[in-house]
């Protein structure tokens, strides 16, 4: 079997690097472990640091978890942890679940690193909530001198969190807790310049000088003296404003300028370059360039990025839009609404309970079978089984035949006429659906998902979730909707589009999300020419903005972690893993 990729050395969100359980206390001593046995988990140990999992966990099996001794927790947690990187986080818990039963686990101290190997899944996981929960109670329970490790990773998850986690944890009122809270909040705060962010914090840490992140303040605040006053003076936007994509780029500008104007203190000088006026991007550089900005925000047509990647930039670019390979040249940075990332929080989504097997269905629009084919490879990267992949005609008939085929219905009519043949008799009984499928991702607008659910449903397939991108959610359900029609169906979405969320609301409303959407866009890409350098200095960096939390890879690509989304009574509300995904029996190792 392949191996995946170890995530935790790689992840976009800061997880750490991966190690093994921290040392034990046993209760027994260690005589009771044979030379064999012994021997046999050091093996497995090996296989570990060599990122051979399944290799580990079947020597644990065979040879350690078996027999009653001082090293079988901690051999528990080592299972645990390797079914956390074969993205199996039903055995994951399961072998937690084993070894919380051992009387070793009674210990305190033990109770510790049980709790930290957990927290370390949900981190791989990215259940950041969770991972804050269990990070909160390792801080009242730890030695003084082991919680410093913690504090760090506890603030990152924090850091993780989307803004209705963040609300639905201030609703506990834990006073530690929200102490952790006030000060992500700080961050959160767009409308403050980083100047006014410190004084912010410095306030609260003189109101609060006994809690843990005033006495040892996160590194960000830290980092963000160090660049107080580098804030930009000059802005140059670099887009297409008269051709194709005026209404795209009037849509990044509008809502680059309601950020710009909600900064409540000095602004930078902003101008514009017209793509369009000129011959070719390299023109349009220059022009930029002639103007010697901070840095420069644009271009936004792919092709156009691919340019400007293969010459010297004397000031730094954030292009609109990303390529398929960046090779990260000096001065180049990307932020752009490609469905990866969201396709990552999908997949992550479902991961957290246990979902790894996916089908996908798709429109027969060239850009839904692009992303079906980007769903398709990120899935192989990220260890997800594609058990079909269907594209339809948008007719009667082809939506029927796509979900048979997708759900082997009619392999199951097809089983049905054998037996018949066999028999020479007439065979009652229904055709039923596939059984090997947790999810189907679905690529379309909300409009032919409606017609793809009832489907689904009428094939047995009514427990089995659609998930999507944002690109399903491009308007409001017509009042002629049935509510059932669209329920089941998690999508993603940006914070700016979600309830309750006003920061966009001094533009004017849009009736298309796409360029809501970009509205969002263009008031982070602000945000980004204004702290682009604290990812540089700080790569843990995290910004809960309008397109998600962002972060930024070793490639200088600005990631974006979404809401995920649902219908339901057609009102658009917060999704939770647990009501969409059927539970798997423990078993499934």
Same mark, same amino acid.
């Given at each position: 079997?392949?191996?995946?990729?170890?995530?935790?050395?790689?992840?976009?969100?800061?997880?750490?690097?991966?190690?093994?359980?921290?040392?034990?206390?046993?209760?027994?001593?260690?005589?009771?472990?044979?030379?064999?046995?012994?021997?046999?988990?050091?093996?497995?140990?090996?296989?570990?640091?060599?990122?051979?999992?399944?290799?580990?966990?079947?020597?644990?099996?065979?040879?350690?978890?078996?027999?009653?001794?001082?090293?079988?927790?901690?051999?528990?947690?080592?299972?645990?942890?390797?079914?956390?990187?074969?993205?199996?986080?039903?055995?994951?818990?399961?072998?937690?679940?084993?070894?919380? &039963?051992?009387?070793?686990?009674?210990?305190?101290?033990?109770?510790?690193?049980?709790?930290?190997?957990?927290?370390?899944?949900?981190?791989?996981?990215?259940?950041?909530?969770?991972?804050?929960?269990?990070?909160?109670?390792?801080?009242?329970?730890?030695?003084?001198?082991?919680?410093?490790?913690?504090?760090?990773?506890?603030?990152?998850?924090?850091?993780?969190?989307?803004?209705?986690?963040?609300?639905?944890?201030?609703?506990?009122?834990?006073?530690?807790?929200?102490?952790?809270?006030?000060?992500?909040?700080?961050?959160?705060?767009?409308?403050?310049?980083?100047?006014?962010?410190?004084?912010?914090?410095?306030?609260?840490?003189?109101?609060?000088?006994?809690?843990?992140?005033?006495?040892?303040?996160?590194?960000?605040?830290?980092?963000?003296?160090?660049?107080?006053?580098?804030?930009?003076?000059?802005?140059?936007?670099?887009?297409?404003?008269?051709?194709?994509?005026?209404?795209?780029?009037?849509?990044?500008?509008?809502?680059?300028?309601?950020?710009?104007?909600?900064?409540?203190?000095?602004?930078?000088?902003?101008?514009?370059?017209?793509?369009?006026?000129?011959?070719?991007?390299?023109?349009?550089?220059?022009?930029?360039?002639?103007? &010697?900005?901070?840095?420069?925000?644009?271009?936004?047509?792919?092709?156009?990025?691919?340019?400007?990647?293969?010459?010297?930039?004397?000031?730094?670019?954030?292009?609109?839009?990303?390529?398929?390979?960046?090779?990260?040249?000096?001065?180049?940075?990307?932020?752009?609404?490609?469905?990866?990332?969201?396709?990552?929080?999908?997949?992550?989504?479902?991961?957290?309970?246990?979902?790894?097997?996916?089908?996908?269905?798709?429109?027969?629009?060239?850009?839904?079978?692009?992303?079906?084919?980007?769903?398709?490879?990120?899935?192989?990267?990220?260890?997800?089984?594609?058990?079909?992949?269907?594209?339809?005609?948008?007719?009667?008939?082809?939506?029927?035949?796509?979900?048979?085929?997708?759900?082997?219905?009619?392999?199951?009519?097809?089983?049905?006429?054998?037996?018949?043949?066999?028999?020479?008799?007439?065979?009652?009984?229904?055709?039923?659906?596939?059984?090997?499928?947790?999810?189907?991702?679905?690529?379309?607008?909300?409009?032919?998902?409606?017609?793809?659910?009832?489907?689904?449903?009428?094939?047995?397939?009514?427990?089995?979730?659609?998930?999507?991108?944002?690109?399903?959610?491009?308007?409001?359900?017509?009042?002629?909707?049935?509510?059932?029609?669209?329920?089941?169906?998690?999508?993603?979405?940006?914070?700016?589009?979600?309830?309750?969320?006003?920061?966009?609301?001094?533009?004017?409303?849009?009736?298309?999300?796409?360029?809501?959407?970009?509205?969002?866009?263009?008031?982070?890409?602000?945000?980004?020419?204004?702290?682009?350098?604290?990812?540089?200095?700080?790569?843990?960096?995290?910004?809960?903005?309008?397109?998600?939390?962002?972060?930024?890879?070793?490639?200088?690509?600005?990631?974006?972690?979404?809401?995920?989304?649902?219908?339901?009574?057609?009102?658009?509300?917060?999704?939770?893993?647990?009501?969409?995904?059927?539970?798997?029996?423990?078993?499934?190792?």
């Amino acid at each position: 079997m392949e191996q995946p990729q170890n995530r935790a050395q790689t992840s976009q969100n800061g997880s750490q690097e991966r190690t093994l359980p921290p040392s034990i206390y046993h209760p027994k001593k260690t005589t009771d472990v044979s030379k064999t046995l012994a021997d046999s988990y050091l093996k497995a140990k090996n296989f570990y640091q060599q990122d051979e999992f399944q290799k580990t966990i079947d020597v644990l099996e065979s040879k350690v978890l078996n027999t009653t001794s001082s090293i079988q927790f901690e051999a528990y947690l080592l299972a645990a942890l390797s079914s956390s990187y074969l993205d199996n986080s039903v055995a994951a818990t399961s072998y937690l679940q084993q070894a919380n &039963q051992l009387i070793a686990a009674r210990h305190p101290d033990n109770q510790n690193k049980l709790k930290e190997t957990k927290a370390s899944i949900f981190e791989h996981f990215d259940n950041w909530l969770e991972v804050v929960k269990i990070r909160m109670d390792l801080t009242y329970n730890l030695p003084l001198n082991e919680g410093k490790e913690n504090q760090e990773k506890l603030w990152l998850a924090i850091q993780n969190l989307t803004q209705n986690e963040v609300d639905e944890l201030f609703q506990q009122e834990k006073p530690l807790l929200n102490g952790w809270l006030t000060i992500s909040s700080i961050l959160r705060n767009q409308t403050l310049s980083i100047e006014q962010q410190l004084k912010m914090f410095k306030k609260w840490q003189a109101e609060n000088p006994s809690h843990p992140a005033a006495i040892t303040p996160p590194q960000d605040f830290k980092i963000m003296a160090s660049v107080e006053q580098m804030a930009p003076k000059k802005i140059v936007l670099m887009l297409p404003m008269t051709g194709k994509l005026e209404r795209a780029s009037q849509a990044i500008i509008d809502g680059f300028f309601a950020t710009f104007y909600n900064q409540k203190e000095a602004r930078p000088q902003v101008n514009i370059v017209n793509v369009d006026n000129y011959k070719n991007i390299e023109q349009a550089l220059a022009a930029a360039n002639e103007q &010697q900005p901070d840095v420069i925000i644009g271009p936004l047509q792919k092709n156009n990025v691919a340019q400007i990647s293969r010459l010297d930039l004397p000031y730094p670019v954030i292009a609109l839009n990303q390529l398929d390979i960046n090779l990260h040249p000096k001065n180049l940075y990307h932020f752009s609404l490609n469905p990866e990332d969201e396709i990552h929080e999908l997949i992550a989504f479902a991961k957290q309970e246990g979902a790894t097997r996916a089908a996908i269905l798709s429109t027969q629009d060239t850009w839904a079978l692009k992303q079906s084919d980007e769903f398709r490879a990120q899935a192989t990267k990220e260890n997800v089984k594609i058990t079909s992949n269907q594209s339809y005609s948008d007719t009667p008939k082809g939506r029927q035949g796509a979900i048979q085929k997708l759900l082997l219905v009619n392999e199951s009519h097809a089983r049905k006429r054998l037996v018949e043949q066999w028999t020479g008799s007439q065979v009652e009984g229904l055709a039923r659906s596939r059984e090997d499928l947790d999810y189907v991702y679905y690529v379309g607008k909300l409009n032919d998902a409606k017609q793809i659910r009832p489907l689904l449903d009428f094939y047995f397939a009514d427990k089995i979730p659609m998930l999507a991108s944002s690109t399903l959610n491009d308007s409001a359900p017509e009042k002629s909707t049935k509510p059932e029609d669209i329920e089941r169906i998690l999508f993603t979405e940006l914070p700016a589009l979600t309830p309750n969320n006003s920061s966009l609301d001094v533009l004017p409303k849009q009736s298309s999300n796409i360029l809501r959407r970009l509205q969002a866009l263009g008031a982070d890409s602000y945000l980004l020419a204004n702290k682009y350098q604290l990812f540089a200095l700080l790569p843990t960096t995290k910004i809960s903005a309008n397109t998600g939390i962002i972060t930024m890879d070793e490639n200088g690509i600005f990631h974006k972690r979404p809401e995920i989304m649902t219908y339901r009574k057609g009102n658009l509300v917060y999704a939770d893993s647990h009501q969409f995904f059927e539970q798997k029996e423990s078993s499934e190792k």
